[in-house]
């Protein structure tokens, strides 16, 4: 299995530009989730997915952010419009959520943007 | 709120044994969970603990104590790799997870 697929893995743009995280889980999985890494705030859940439905979006910043999962082995976490505080490392993560012990989570390799 | 605290650094020598603590205060409680996660690279799992006790699993254990909040990851005859930044997480509630701020570990020869 490919595993996790983020795209891209390195984004630079401007403030005020619309940017589009892209993730593909791993088939099989129920699950899909979005998170966030800084150094000041280390990971933080954004969003998560079960079965394509958005379950809890607590994390979610601000309204300039948004996520859809149109379909099981697709999902894309916009921001609009993009400001330097967005700047971090974003992560996807899948779980199989079989019910199983421990349902852990398989992470996507990030995503580093960067807003100038 | 959610509260997860671990030490920010820890060095231990090549060989050696050392002991991450976590201690944890949340709305809920649905399992532990300790990644590790290399420098640049996505977190990794490492382990899960929902019950007390002790769990095993090679050179790594974890530990949990549900009445104290309170978790450790010890690792056994360090080897250089294993330095690493080494997060706990708490599963909230659902598929929500909260995690601790990682634990840098540095392995020196």
């Known amino acids: 299995d490919a595993g996790v697929i983020q795209s891209p893995r390195h984004e630079v743009t401007e403030m005020g530009q619309e940017v589009t995280l892209r993730c593909k889980p791993i088939s099989g999985h129920n699950s899909l989730f979005w998170y966030r890494q800084t150094m000041m705030r280390g990971l933080e859940l954004l969003i998560y997915f079960n079965n394509n439905v958005p379950i809890d979006d607590s994390g979610m910043p601000e309204d300039r952010f948004s996520a859809k999962m149109p379909n099981a082995s697709f999902s894309t976490l916009k921001i609009q419009p993009s400001e330097p505080r967005d700047s971090a490392v974003y992560f996807c993560a899948s779980s199989p959520l079989s019910g199983g012990r421990t349902d852990t989570q398989y992470f996507g390799p990030g995503t580093r943007l960067t807003v100038l | 709120g959610q509260n997860i605290d671990q030490p920010t650094e820890m060095t231990a020598t090549e060989g050696a044994i050392v002991q991450i603590n976590c201690t944890y205060q949340?709305?809920?409680?649905?399992?532990l969970f300790w990644y590790q996660q290399h420098a640049g690279e996505a977190p990794t799992f490492l382990s899960y603990n929902v019950l007390d006790g002790l769990e095993e699993k090679g050179r790594f254990s974890s530990f949990l104590s549900r009445s104290k909040g309170y978790s450790y990851l010890l690792l056994k005859e360090l080897q250089m790799k294993d330095s690493a930044s080494y997060l706990c997480a708490v599963r909230v509630y659902g598929q929500n997870f909260v995690f601790g701020p990682g634990t840098r570990l540095s392995v020196l020869p």
């Open positions: 949340t709305s809920g409680f649905n399992g």
